[in-house]
């Protein structure tokens, strides 16, 4: 069973109050987010590590690798809309940014 979908207070206060640094936004019923790498192998690197842990939640975002940079967008599907697994996803996610040298894009 999927977790119950998100209100929009509840994503607002999401994004606004949680762990999450800045450059996070809904687009078209998705989280999203654009990071910026030092080098293309450093967003592959990210792209990796974010699969490592969708696999462990069983969640699977959309992850767009590009030319030094990774655009990085999930809902749940099943709840046809925004669910805490989704900010659960992104919190780890940021989790390996140190790592890569990533930087939120403009």
């Known amino acids: 069973m999927h977790p119950p ?13 949680s762990a999450l640094q800045m450059g996070w936004s809904v687009r078209d ?12 192998l450093a967003g592959a690197q990210f792209v990796a590590a974010v699969a490592d842990q ?29 669910t805490s697994l989704d900010f ?5 996610a940021e989790g390996f940014l140190n790592d890569q040298g990533a930087t939120a894009a403009v």
């Open 54 to 82: 969708a696999e462990r939640l069983n969640h699977h975002p959309e992850l767009l690798l590009g030319w030094r940079s990774v655009v990085f967008q999930t809902r749940t599907h099943s709840a046809d809309g925004l």
């Open 29 to 40: 019923g998705l989280l999203h987010k654009k990071f910026s790498f030092p080098t293309y």
């Open 88 to 92: 659960e996803l992104a919190r780890r």
């Open 5 to 17: 979908r998100l209100t929009q207070d509840e994503i607002s206060n999401e994004l606004d109050h």
